[in-house]
DNA sequence: ATCTTACACAACAATCCGTATTTTAAACAG
DNA sequence: CTGTTTAAAATACGGATTGTTGTGTAAGAT
C-alpha cells in the first residue's frame, strides 16, 4: 500500500519480533502525531510512550524527519469510498461529504501542517504533500470519471482539473482557513459545477 | 499596519538603540525564516545571523513561538493592490494574477508551513494563519465589492464567499500542490465564475 | 541446542533553550 | 560636558534533546 520511493524495508521477511516492534513505535508515533503534534514526533517521546529502547528507534529510521515522513505515511494511507449510485449530482455531493468527514476524522490538519512545514526544504516531505492532498481528491475525480464512462459529461474534461476545483474550497476552508464545512459550501459547490457544465 | 492583538510594544517611544537592534533581529529573522525555514528562527541561529548577543533577543520576545510569530508577522504586511479599471472581468483576472505573483515573491509557502504547522497547539498560529489567509483573498472580494457598488453584479452576494471560490483553486494549486498556477488555471476560473452569474 | 540477530541499557559528545548575573556602552537629563 | 539611567554584550548555568557507540541479553532461526 505504501507508495514511498525510497528503499522500503522488507517487511515480510523481517524478523517477527521486529516486524512488531517496528508496528509498534509506529502505532505510538501515529498517536503522539495525532495528541501532540508533529514537532513532538521524536525519538524520546515516541519511545516513550511505545515502551520502546530509544535506540531501537534510530535502527529503524536515520533522524526525526524520516520517523515523521514514516509517521505521516502511515496515518495518511489511501482511502477507497463506496461507489456511489451512478448519478453524478448525487454522487459528487457525496464524495465532497465523505471529504469532509475523512478531514475531520483523520485529523488532516496538523498532519498537513507537518507536510507542508517541512516541504520548504526536504523534497520528499514535498512529494508527500503532493500525494497527501492528491489522494483526499482522488475520490472527487473518480466520481467524474465513472460519470464520463456513463456518458453523463463530456468525456473530454480533465477530471483532475475538474476535482480540484470542486475540492478545493472544502480543503480551502478546512485546511487553510480553520473553517468549517458547511453543508451550503459543499451545496454551493456542487450546484454552480453543474450550471457550467449545463446539468443544472 | 500590524495587527497583532498581543501586548504591543510602543515601537515609537523606545530607546533609538533599542529600535535599531529590533528591526536588525527582525530582519535577520526574517531571512532566516525565508531561507532556512522556520525551525531555524530560533535564538541562536537569529542572534548569529543578526550579529547580536542571543540574549538580547529573549529581551524582546518570550520564547521561540513568539519570536516566529513576530518573525511572521513583519514578513506577511498587508497589500494594497492598485484599484482595477472597472470592468470586473479584467479586474478579477488582474486580482487573481495579482495574488499568483504575491504568493511566489513573498515566499509564501514557508511562512504558510509554519503557521499551518502551529495552528494546531496554538491558538495564536491559529488566528495568525486565518488572517494571513484572509489577507490574501482581500483584493478579491474588494473587485467584488466594487463591481456591487457599480451595479454590475447583484448586491446580495457575499463577497467574502465568492472571493474564496475563486481565489482557493488558486491558493490550492500554490500552497496545497506545490503546483503551478498557469494563466489556464486562472482563466477557467474566472470564466466558469462569470458563467454562473450571467456574465458570460 | 546452538548461533545469529536485534533489542535493552548505559554512557557519550554536541547542541540548544531559557534564565540569571555581571560588565560595558549607549542614550538621556541637568 | 558630566552624571545617571537604560539596555545590550558577555559569560555561565541547568535542563533537555539529538544522534552515536558499545556491551549484555533474549528472541528467533537453523
Redesign the pocket.
Known amino acids: 500500500m505504501s507508495v514511498v520511493s525510497e528503499s522500503e524495508p522488507d517487511i515480510v521477511r523481517?524478523?517477527?519480533?521486529?516486524r512488531?516492534?517496528?508496528q509498534v513505535i509506529l502505532d505510538a508515533a501515529v498517536e503522539v502525531l495525532l495528541t501532540d503534534g508533529a514537532e513532538h514526533v521524536?525519538?524520546?517521546?515516541v519511545?516513550g510512550r511505545a515502551?520502546?529502547?530509544?535506540?531501537?528507534i534510530?535502527?529503524?529510521w536515520?533522524?526525526?524527519?524520516a520517523l515523521l515522513l514514516a509517521t505521516i505515511d502511515a496515518v495518511a494511507s489511501p482511502h477507497h469510498p463506496p461507489p456511489g449510485v451512478g448519478v453524478l449530482d448525487r454522487d459528487l455531493r457525496s464524495a465532497l461529504e465523505n471529504l469532509r468527514t475523512r478531514l475531520m476524522v483523520h485529523q488532516s490538519r496538523p498532519v498537513f501542517g507537518a507536510l507542508a512545514s517541512h516541504a520548504h526544504h526536504d523534497e520528499g516531505f514535498a512529494v508527500a504533500q503532493r500525494r497527501f492532498v492528491e489522494q483526499l481528491v482522488r475520490p472527487v475525480a473518480a466520481v467524474l470519471e465513472a460519470a464520463g464512462e456513463r456518458g453523463e459529461v463530456g468525456g473530454e474534461l480533465d477530471s483532475q482539473l475538474e476535482a480540484t476545483l470542486l475540492a478545493g474550497p472544502v480543503l480551502h476552508h478546512h485546511l487553510m482557513l480553520h473553517a468549517d464545512v458547511t453543508d451550503g459550501l459543499i451545496e454551493a459547490v456542487v450546484a454552480r459545477w453543474l450550471v457550467v457544465h449545463d446539468l443544472g
Open positions: 523481517m524478523n517477527p519480533r521486529t512488531r516492534v517496528r521524536t525519538a524520546t517521546h519511545a515502551d520502546v529502547a530509544r535506540t531501537t534510530y535502527r529503524h536515520p533522524d526525526q524527519a
